[in-house]
Every structure is written in C-alpha cells, then in structure tokens.
C-alpha cells in the first residue's frame, strides 16, 4: 500500500482541495499565538496548491471546545497568522458546515484560501460521524491530509471524510509524508549507535514505545518523573516523587529485556529535590540513593547531565521524546535544557518527537540544531508504539493504483 502526495493527484486549475491542517497552537491570555510552527510546517502543502490556482478550503481544530461555539478558541488569531506568513488574505468563515462557511466557499476564487472555523465547534467532529464528514467532502473536489498531530484520531475530518474520495482525489499533505517517513526510517533502519531519550512524567503513557523501542536502540536514557517508577523498582527510596507503582514489575521487565538484548541502559544518577512542588520549594542536590522522605525529585542534577551527555557523544541517530524534569519551572528546567543543548551539539541525525519536548527545545533556543521536530506528540508516539494510525490507514491506496 502507498500514499499519494499532493503531485501524485491530478490537480488542475481552479479545482477546489479541502485541506485537513493542524493548526492547534499554543496561545497566551490575550488570544496571541506563542508559537506558530505548527502553521509555518503546513505551508509547503498550501503554496503548492496556490501554485496551482487551486481554491483551497483549510479546516483545522484547536484546543478543546467540546462541540460547541466557544469564542476563547475561534481559530481567527490563525487566519490573521497565515494571511501574514501567505502574504494574502485569508478569509475566516463564521462557521464550519453552516451558510456563511458554504456561501464563502461558493464564493471562493482560483488561489483564493478560506479558513473554516473550528471543527470542534460540531459536537460530531469527534464522533467520526459520517454525516458531518459528508458536509465537510462538499468543500473539495480533492482531500489532502496535512494534520499528523491528529492523526492518530479517528474524527470525521481526518478519518470518515476519506470514504468520499475515490484512491485519485486524496493524499498527504507533504508535512504528513514527511513525519512518517522520518519515523519509518528511524525505526527501520537507523545510523547506529542509535540512542533514545525518554524522558515525561508518567511510564504509563510510554510503556509500550519503551517496548518497542527496546530491540532496535543500541542505547535508552531514562529521565523525568518516570525515572521514579525505575529507581523504586530496583529497591530505592524515592520518598514523595512521581511513582506508578503498579507498573513497578513492568520497569523491572524492561530491564531485564534491555540486559538480555544487551542495549545499555542508563536512569540519573543525582536528582534535584525538592520539599514541594513549587517554584518557591527549597531546593537539594542529592544522588539517586538518598532521596529523603517528604521530598521529591523534579530534575536531574549535573553528573546525571554529565553521564547522559558522554552517553550522546558518539551517537549517530538520536530520538528525544520527553522532558528530564518540570522544565516549566525555572528551579527544575536546567536538566531539560541543558541535555537540550547536548543533544543539539551531536552531529547524528536528532529527531525531537511530543508537544512538550518540542516546547523545551524551542525555549531552550535549540530548534535550529534539531533535524527533524516533529509536530504531534500523541500521533508520534503511537507510531513508536508500532501501531498504525486511523487518519494515516485511510489514506492507503493499492501500490498498483496510479493517479497520473
């Protein structure tokens, strides 16, 4: 099976494409956004369409606003965004299926751009439902994927829409192509000593990319919150740190399975601690031995900055996924940053995957140095757990099939 990229599809001239885009982006109290990668990465997709004199309907979600219309996430600080990085104007819709959305898209001219407005505002979005995804297949002649970040959901815009579009009139986009490609080539055939750093709060959420990760890394660098779960499982007191204790024996199964595949695995050696969860907490240095009771570990310490570092130094493929501590905090962000800064001086293939660790590298003024920032953290995950996501599956087409 293959995907077709948009200049496999027999695009012409005034041809209407309906454009799944991730366009959920951070924004602060006034509605501004703080980061518009996820906007710049769609642009490759949209100016090809434009070079073609296309008329392009874009629809995106953004945050949560659970089926109805919420005016604190309106995607219109996007369509100001986009008409900036497009030098033209973008027109916003009103809605997203309703008669200012339709009227509009009528209205649409050859390299002309409309924006809907949040998918999410319809409750049916996350449903999958076939109904709304029917309405939404009237915008575009053509249907072009370019959302990885939510590809790993099976919603009406990314999954139910594909079943309108015969195996010529749909593809992805080039920011999706170009994310699976990424991971397909990590996976299958990395430039070795091939090393992955995993870092966040919880194992839970990691537990089977760990697995799966475990056969085809050389080396695996534990950090975060879910550090804890490691260290309490080899017998260490870890005093009020993050622990899941119900996956103590599935740590100690990893373990295992790295000494018995013979990848080196390595979990902090000092931790800074603290006796609250606070920016104003009081603040220790200790190793890994003596956590005391009442405190908790929220960042690794410097000869764990050190050890991780010498780890990194001679890989050649390096896979972030997770931050080191509660890198938000000034007092613990020193051990994201500073391995941040590590990961960004190898000359190996770097290759950052989940929305935090992309916001830590980005703050940690790194994002330059990176290969490859990946835009989804939940779909990149899944696609490290080895499963196959629903918005990228309906995408496929038979390797026989040619659109040209």
Not at 105 to 122: H, I, M, P, S, T
């Amino acid at each position: 099976m293959k995907i077709n990229s948009p200049k496999d599809l027999p695009i012409k001239r005034g041809d209407r494409v309906f454009v799944r885009c991730d366009f959920n982006v951070p924004l602060d109290e006034f509605g501004n956004i703080t980061d518009d990668r996820r906007i710049r990465m769609a642009l490759p997709t949209i100016k090809y369409l434009l070079d073609n004199d296309c008329k392009i309907v874009i629809a995106s979600h953004l945050g949560r606003p659970k089926g109805e219309f919420n005016e604190k996430f309106s995607l219109k600080p996007v369509a100001k965004r986009l008409s900036h990085l497009l030098k033209q104007d973008v027109i916003m819709a009103k809605d997203v299926v309703g008669s200012d959305a339709k009227e509009k898209a009528a209205n649409l001219k050859e390299g002309e751009v409309l924006l809907l407005e949040n998918v999410r505002f319809d409750s049916r979005e996350t449903k999958n439902d076939e109904g709304f995804a029917k309405e939404l297949s009237e915008f575009g002649d053509f249907y072009i994927n370019d959302a990885f970040g939510v590809s790993h959901r099976a919603h009406a815009s990314v999954e139910a829409i594909t079943r309108f579009y015969d195996s010529c009139r749909k593809a992805g986009g080039f920011l999706l192509l170009k994310e699976i490609n990424f991971f397909h080539k990590l996976l299958e055939n990395p430039v070795r000593p091939f090393v992955a750093v995993v870092g966040g709060s919880k194992v839970s959420g990691k537990l089977q990319a760990l697995v799966n990760l475990l056969p085809k890394v050389d080396k695996m660098v534990i950090g975060g919150g879910m550090a804890f779960t490691f260290l309490k499982a080899m017998g260490y007191n870890v005093g009020n740190s993050l622990v899941e204790d119900d996956l103590i024996d599935e740590a100690l199964k990893i373990m295992a399975e790295a000494k018995r595949l013979g990848v080196k695995f390595y979990l902090p050696v000092d931790i800074v601690i603290a006796d609250k969860f606070a920016e104003d907490a009081m603040v220790k240095y200790v190793t890994y031995q003596e956590i005391p009771d009442g405190w908790m570990g929220l960042d690794i310490g410097p000869a764990t900055v050190r050890l991780f570092g010498e780890v990194l130094w001679d890989a050649q493929t390096i896979l972030w996924n997770g931050p080191m501590g509660v890198y938000e905090m000034d007092k613990f962000s020193r051990g994201t940053f500073k391995i941040s800064h590590e990961i960004a001086r190898s000359h190996g293939i770097k290759v950052v995957g989940g929305g935090d660790t992309a916001d830590a590298v980005q703050r940690a003024g790194d994002d330059e140095e990176m290969t490859f920032i990946s835009t989804g953290g939940g779909a990149s995950l899944e696609l490290l757990e080895g499963k196959k996501l629903p918005g990228v599956a309906a995408l496929e087409i038979p390797d026989e099939v040619s659109c040209q």
